[in-house]
């Protein structure tokens, strides 16, 4: 039996787990370059521990050091290198780059991990029309070098090689149950297995590297799941801001953990948009600004 977790508390599962929240910190209130945070949706770390965070509202990307220390920017309207139009989400889990979708800018920028831009990818219209992309919501790399990226215009995830070439779409009607309602981000497991959060669907949508559709998680559980981040035991963290709360699921979708959308007091959560973990800290978006939590876990044999 599962037993519902809080922030700072947790929850224990039948011969499993434990899982335990600790508040440490929260960061982002205050001004950065003299702007503060406006609508950041999306949020990502790298293997050294740094943080990533698209600033949706000031079309910028902010890197942060796992203690919340202001590292570095760049942005600012526009549709030059390092300018964005509403920068909706921020991949860094690759070992060498830092990969951002541009929405209105209809691309995906790729820049160094000292946020040096490297290259653009956006969609080439002499494709066919399933091989092409607009607005894009989110984007992953495999550990092959493949780039998917959530297309919002067609609702659908896009498969692209690791030489830019595009390859497939899946997500679509013509995949029956794995059709998307309203994908919102992606991430994809060391076992390859791609994960896209439904937000319409209530529910994360899991693919094999080929795009078929393997099974959901999450369904009756999840009201609008938008955040998604795998982190390196294969679990899943998903924010949920028509709940309030963020929750954790093992690959296999077997519930490990929730918040408590009823708890007071500091690091209560209101209205969580985005998840990312390092080490053993979790660092959460909500209400414009980052809470940072401690992970705490231990096995237990039991009924």
Same mark, same amino acid.
């Given at each position: 039996m599962t037993i519902t977790g809080k922030w700072v508390k947790f929850m224990i599962m039948n011969i499993i787990s434990a899982i335990t929240l600790i508040f440490l910190f929260s960061f982002g209130s205050e001004k950065i370059e003299n702007i503060p945070l406006s609508e950041p949706l999306g @949020? !990502? !770390?790298?293997?050294?521990? $740094? @943080?990533? @965070?698209?600033?949706?509202?000031? $079309?910028? @990307?902010?890197?942060f050091d796992e203690n919340g220390l202001f590292l570095k920017s760049i942005g600012g309207f526009g549709w030059e290198n390092q300018q964005f139009d509403m920068p909706l989400d921020v991949y860094a889990k690759s070992v060498l780059d830092v990969f951002v979708a541009d929405y209105n800018n209809h691309r995906i920028e790729r820049y160094d991990k000292d946020l040096n831009y490297i290259s653009t990818l956006s969609s080439d219209e002499t494709k066919s029309e399933d091989l092409r992309f607009g607005y894009p919501r989110s984007v992953a790399i495999s550990i092959h070098g493949e780039l998917t990226l959530i297309d919002g215009e067609n609702n659908r995830v896009l498969k692209i090689d690791s030489f830019g070439e595009p390859e497939l779409s899946f997500g679509t009607f013509a995949d029956g149950r794995g059709k998307l309602d309203e994908p919102i981000q992606i991430d994809i497991s060391r076992d390859e297995r791609i994960y896209v959060s439904d937000k319409a669907g209530k529910r994360i949508v899991v693919y094999d590297y080929f795009g078929n559709y393997l099974s959901e998680i999450g369904t009756g559980v999840l009201e609008e799941p938008q955040g998604l981040f795998i982190d390196l035991n294969n679990r899943l963290w998903i924010a949920d801001p028509g709940r309030g709360e963020i929750f954790t699921f093992s690959a296999e979708g077997e519930l490990m953990f929730r918040t408590d959308a009823t708890e007071q007091g500091n690091g209560k959560l209101e209205r969580p948009v985005d998840v990312a973990v390092t080490a053993n800290k979790l660092y959460v978006i909500d209400n414009n600004i980052v809470n940072v939590a401690e992970i705490r876990e231990f096995h237990e044999s039991g009924e």
């Open positions: @949020i !990502s !770390s790298d293997v050294q521990g $740094n @943080i990533y @965070i698209a600033d949706t509202g000031n $079309n910028r @990307i902010l890197k």
